[in-house]
């Protein structure tokens, strides 16, 4: 009777110790698995952040051009008018020196 006693306490160890194995191994696995799964979220998030980001900044790039471009032609145009207001005040500055 003794060794039935000493034999189910044996069985009942083992078991305990195959169940807590399990539950170490089921975990560790759990543990590998979990940090890999939160990376790849955090990294398509950032993915996907960094992406809106460049298109904002290409997009604000685009706006700046435009607008240099604009301003550059406006400029342009008064250079333009400009000359003209000089040439017509250098013809009446002539004008006016004949006629005295």
Avoid: C, F, W, Y
Avoid at 19 to 25: C, G, N, P, S, T
Avoid at 47 to 53: I, K, P, Q, T, W
Wanted: charged share 35%; no cysteine; hydrophobic share 35%.
């Amino acid at each position: 009777m003794l060794e039935a006693q000493t034999k189910a306490t044996e069985d009942a160890k083992r078991k305990q110790q195959e169940e807590e194995m399990l539950q170490a191994k089921i975990k560790a696995a759990v543990n590998a698995v979990a940090p890999q799964a939160t990376v790849q979220t955090v990294d398509t998030g950032a993915e996907r952040l960094l992406a809106d980001v460049e298109k904002r900044l290409e997009d604000q790039a685009n706006e700046h051009k435009s607008a240099i471009e604009n301003l550059q032609s406006a400029i342009k145009e008064k250079a333009k008018e400009l000359e003209q207001l000089q040439n017509k005040s250098g013809e009446l500055e002539a004008l006016q020196k004949s006629r005295m």
